[in-house]
C-alpha cells in the first residue's frame, strides 16, 4: 500500500540520493526517513514518530529535543536534541552518500568543525562530524554499525547539543 509522497518517491527510485543501486527498500526507507525529518526543528517525539511514520516502519527511532519536552534520564550530557534511526544490515556506505548529499543540499547543514568533547568515535563508527550550526549551535552527525546478536545493524544519527557547547575554542 502506498501510504504517502515517500513511498511514491522510493518505488519512482527517487529517494535517498547518492544510496548505491541495489540497495534494500527498507534501507532506502529508513535512510530517507532520517534525511527528511531528523533535521526538521520544532518536533517532539509524537511529532517525529508520525511525521516518520515509525510505527510498522523498518527502522528503530530514537528521538528526543529538551528544548520541547523532557529528554530521558539517560541521555548523554550535553545532547539537546537527538534523532536516530538504526535499521538492519550495513548500509553505512548507502547512509553515508545520502547523509552528505542532504547536508549539502540548501539550506547547507552548518559547517565542519573539529568534533566536540561530548561525542567519540568508536570501532564501529563509520562517520561523525560535527557541524556549527546557526545562532552558535553545533551538532554532531554520526553513521555506524552496531553489532546485533544476529546480524549487523547500521544507525544514523543527528545531536544538537546544549547552546554553547562544542564550538572551537569554547567549552
Not at 527510485?13 to 530517507?32: C, D, F, H, K, M
Amino acid at each position: 500500500m502506498i501510504r504517502n509522497a515517500l513511498h511514491i518517491a522510493l518505488l519512482a527510485g527517487l529517494a535517498a540520493p547518492g544510496a548505491v543501486a541495489g540497495t534494500p527498500r527498507q534501507a532506502l526507507i529508513s535512510i530517507e526517513a532520517f534525511n527528511t525529518w531528523c533535521f526538521k526543528a520544532g518536533q517532539t517525539v509524537a511529532d517525529a514518530r508520525r511525521n516518520m511514520q515509525a510505527d510498522g516502519a523498518p527502522f528503530t527511532l530514537t528521538f528526543w529535543d529538551d528544548s520541547l519536552e523532557p529528554r530521558p534520564a539517560d541521555a548523554p550530557e550535553g545532547v539537546e536534541r537527538r534523532c536516530e534511526v538504526a535499521f538492519d544490515g550495513d548500509y553505512t556506505v548507502e547512509a553515508i552518500a545520502a547523509l552528505r548529499a542532504q547536508m549539502a543540499r540548501p539550506p547547507v547543514f552548518g559547517t565542519p568543525i573539529p568534533l566536540p568533547d561530548t561525542h567519540t568515535a568508536t570501532t564501529d563508527t563509520a562517520l561523525i562530524e560535527g557541524r556549527e550550526l546557526l545562532r552558535g549551535r553545533v551538532a554532531v552527525v554520526h553513521v555506524g554499525i552496531r553489532n546485533a546478536p544476529d546480524a549487523p545493524v547500521t544507525f544514523m544519527s543527528v545531536d544538537r547539543l546544549y547552546s554553547g557547547l562544542g564550538l572551537p575554542g569554547g567549552s
